[in-house]
């Protein structure tokens, strides 16, 4: 103050991508839309091919609600189109798979334009001795199958201690049978079809292998092509190795599975021992110790008592590390995401400025003069 001034500038990209996934395509379309309108920036979305309509959607409330047409743009097509749509902006936003998320990442770096990513996710579950168990497993059932389990921060894998294992394994069973799985417009299902019958194949593959290399079905297993050709029922499979890969690799889709743990140490570990790290949930005897362990599970979110809940909580930053992403939305992180932070920096003119009144400095005794006569003005409290 008075010799010296500082401030930040934030302004926005100018033309942010946004290339959105098929799952919630209304929703994660327009929600990453609109911080990046409010930062100021103009937006072109190419939506999924699978689900282009919701898009558009979304911009026509836009421009309904007085939006200028020219400010919201979307681009139909597949993966090619993706690619070109990063040749000509300078952001790019990017929700999806973690191989297509590399390729992005690439084509950005190329163009060294700043981007985010919100890629895959191997989420785990810890379930602790003094947890509510019953709670625990029905948050499980929301964490697990919303969405038929396509859903990038739903529950993959749960760890839970073994004094607890057996009554866990039979309630979150019991619950899971009792779901509904249908189509239906209105309230009367629990759960409905997946995307498509090619994703609906690799899931029912992916929970036969399991089967076939060992694991055992609790609940659910089985295709349902009674009901369409693209629902697969609620799973809960226990005996499953480390070494199937659907105890490593994203399945995305309505199966989850358990594992007996004789300690919070060791949840922790192979809560941890995965190449993602998106969402964690934590279910323990008291809140100090899941906070405990919340801080120790390596993702960019841990819920506690919950599952799904931070994509709920605007307030906080959400996001992946390791395989998961780059880059966080909601909160302050995700409108300054879609800014270039610029400082302006002042000093006064007399003597030529800051610079040039430390260029007089001349001996070390001037030096030290200079330094404690800084170390004083910093401890004046309208400086400080």
């Not at 009901?227 to 490593?248: C, H, Q, R, W």
């Not at 594992?259 to 993602?276: G, L, M, Q, T």
């Amino acid at each position: 103050p008075l010799i010296t001034s500082a401030e930040i500038v934030y302004k926005p990209h100018g033309v942010v991508g946004l290339i959105t996934p098929w799952n919630y395509p209304f929703l994660l379309g327009i929600a990453d839309a609109l911080p990046a309108l409010l930062a100021g920036n103009a937006v072109v979305t190419k939506p999924s091919e699978l689900t282009p309509l919701s898009a558009v959607l979304a911009r026509d409330l836009l421009v309904e609600s007085g939006l200028d047409p020219n400010l919201a743009l979307i681009v139909n097509g597949a993966g090619d189109t993706g690619a070109e749509l990063i040749r000509h902006v300078d952001y790019i936003g990017f929700t999806g798979g973690t191989v297509t998320g590399r390729k992005v990442a690439i084509a950005a770096s190329e163009r060294l334009i700043p981007y985010s990513l919100e890629l895959g996710g191997k989420n785990p579950m810890v379930v602790l001795r003094g947890a509510p168990l019953a709670e625990a497993a029905t948050g499980l059932l929301a964490g697990a199958f919303s969405s038929s389990g396509q859903t990038c921060i739903s529950i993959e894998r749960v760890y839970v201690e073994e004094a607890v294992y057996d009554q866990f394994a039979k309630q979150l069973a019991e619950k899971t049978s009792r779901l509904k799985l249908g189509w239906s417009k209105a309230w009367d299902v629990d759960m409905g079809s997946l995307i498509s019958k090619a994703h609906a194949d690799k899931v029912s593959s992916r929970i036969q292998q399991a089967i076939d290399a060992g694991a055992r079905v609790l609940a659910g297993g089985n295709r349902r092509p009674d009901l369409g050709p693209s629902f697969v029922e609620p799973t809960v499979l226990t005996n499953v190795s480390d070494a199937m890969p659907i105890s490593k690799e994203e399945t995305f889709g309505p199966v989850v599975a358990l594992y007996p743990v004789r300690s919070s140490e060791e949840a922790i570990a192979r809560a941890n021992d995965s190449e993602f790290g998106l969402n964690a949930s934590v279910w323990a005897g008291t809140g100090t110790q899941a906070r405990e362990i919340a801080r120790r599970i390596d993702t960019g979110s841990a819920v506690i008592n919950s599952t799904l809940l931070i994509y709920n909580s605007f307030d906080v930053p959400q996001g992946g590390v390791k395989y998961s992403g780059i880059g966080r939305r909601h909160g302050e992180h995700g409108i300054l995401r879609y800014t270039q932070a610029q400082s302006i920096v002042s000093s006064i003119a007399s003597g030529g400025g800051f610079d040039a009144l430390l260029n007089r400095i001349r001996n070390e005794r001037m030096a030290r003069a200079v330094v404690a006569g800084l170390k004083v003005w910093r401890r004046i409290p309208w400086v400080g």
